[in-house]
């Protein structure tokens, strides 16, 4: 089945720190992706839609020159924290899916927990 | 506003048995996919079951199965014969096909932590 492949699992740095997580698609093309947030316990928020060669899309609260969207390839999106502060702190995950049909799910990869000191 | 409702905070469920979570959604599109995914301790996000919103019968994998009420706008998921390993979170999600904009992005609902015990 298709995979996504998200890369730190786990990351803990100092204040002031940028931080670039990796998301790709291993066997299959992926013109959009997405990135998620998690607080312990609660549901997974929306941050920014990643398309493929073009701007992303973040929701509303988000900032955009904190986190930095890069989707270079159409199979991988990359999300830079910049000047991470203890606040940024989270659970970050990300997804892709394939092109076109409405029940294929998002692919998810396995997160990134992010720690800053 | 809220368009995934999961009501059920957490649950406990023995063994064995058979355990149903809850989920409410509210669209006006006709068409959209409803999903449940499992997300145990370790964080990854487990794809268990899809249904279609011109899907006629409700879907099934496995020991997992989707109680589709249209009409009421629900989802449930049964999950049959639990196991130790079903103990994680699980989220319903829903995706929209209005525009061109919002096709492919999920509406996640607040999840449901399931406890299974011996």
């Known amino acids: 089945g298709a995979v996504v492949s998200q890369h730190p699992s786990r990351v803990i740095c100092k204040s002031g720190t940028s931080v670039k997580i990796e998301c790709r698609s291993l066997d299959f093309q992926a013109t959009t992706m997405f990135w998620y947030r998690q607080f312990p316990k609660q549901s997974l928020m929306l941050m920014a839609t990643s398309n493929e060669g073009s701007k992303a899309t973040y929701e509303q609260g988000v900032e955009k020159d904190k986190f930095l969207i890069n989707h270079a390839s159409l199979t991988l999106s990359t999300l830079t924290v910049t000047s991470a502060h203890p606040e940024d702190s989270s659970f970050y995950i990300c997804s892709a899916r394939d092109l076109g049909m409405s029940n294929q799910p998002q692919h998810f990869g396995d997160g990134t927990r992010l720690s800053i000191l | 506003a809220q368009k995934i409702t999961q009501t059920q905070p957490g649950m406990f469920v023995q063994e064995k048995e058979a355990v149903t979570l809850d989920c409410t959604y509210d669209t006006s599109d006709p068409s959209y996919g409803l999903f449940w995914y499992k997300q145990p301790s370790s964080g990854e996000m487990i794809f268990l079951i899809y249904?279609?919103?011109?899907?006629?019968q409700n879907a099934t994998e496995g020991r997992y199965s989707l109680n589709f009420q249209k009409a009421r706008k629900s989802a449930n998921l049964v999950i049959s014969a639990s196991q130790l390993g079903d103990s994680a979170m699980y989220f319903c999600a829903m995706r929209e096909a209005t525009t061109t904009d919002s096709w492919g992005k999920f509406q996640f609902g607040a999840g449901t932590q399931v406890v299974v015990t011996p």
């Open positions: 249904q279609g919103s011109y899907d006629q």
